[in-house]
Each structure stands twice: as C-alpha cells, then as structure tokens.
Nanobody
Framework: QVQLVESGGGLVQAGGSLRISCAASGRAFSTKAMGWFRQAPGKEREFVAVISWGGARRSYADSVQGRFTISRDNAKNMVYLQMNRMKPEDTAVYYC??????????????WGQGTQVTVSS
C-alpha cells in the first residue's frame, strides 16, 4: 500500500502557473503508475494526467494537454504536476493516486486527501 500527501495548492490568476506535489510513502511507490485527478464542486472526479512507474509513458486529458506536465522522482518518492497557462475551469481539488497506467479512477487503489487549486479570472 502507498500513502499519499498532496501539497502546493493555492490561488493563482488566470494565465499563471502552479506546481503541486505529492509525497509518497511505502516501498511499492516505484512500482506504481501515478495519476492526478481533480474534482470541481458539483462535478465528478475527472482524470488529469498519469505517468508510468519509470516515467517513460505519460498521458493527459485533452483539457490540459500542452499546459500541464506530470513528472516523478522515484529517488525522492515524489510526483509533481506543473500547471501552466491556467484557466478558471482548472479550479478544483486535485488528488494524487497510485495504481496502474489508466485514466479510470477505479484503477487506482491509493489516494491522497487532495489539495485545493483556485484560478481567478
């Protein structure tokens, strides 16, 4: 099992940038694909990005492709989401998750508590 703690959320203006982080504990971290999901008020949790255990494969939601970058540092047990050219519709609670290389929430068995990201217009 992997324990996850997100950090780095906050308030940013539209067009700005923010990097959120996810600290993982547990020996299984380096064997897991890691994903970022988000959930806005009144909406379902949606896929944002995923990275394979070794970092060679990455996939993004169409809504963030070209603006967001997922990365990981297995030596530090960290996962990052760099968010650029942010939009008000990016406002949500962002969750880090450990699982398999997938865009489906059910394929991820471990979740963090979430970090709030708010983009002002």
């Amino acid at each position: 099992q992997v324990q996850l703690v997100e950090s780095g959320g906050g308030l940013v203006q539209a067009g700005g940038s923010l990097r959120i982080s996810c600290a993982a504990s547990g020996r299984a971290f380096s064997t897991k694909a890691m994903g970022w999901f988000r959930q806005a008020p009144g909406k379902e949790r949606e896929f944002v990005a995923v990275i394979s255990w070794g970092g060679a494969r990455r996939s993004y939601a169409d809504s963030v492709q070209g603006r967001f970058t997922i990365s990981r540092d297995n030596a530090k047990n960290m996962v990052y989401l760099q968010m650029n050219r942010m939009k008000p519709e990016d406002t949500a609670v962002y969750y880090c998750a450990a699982g398999v290389l997938s865009s489906q929430p059910n394929d991820f068995g471990s979740w963090g508590q979430g970090t709030q990201v708010t983009v002002s217009s």
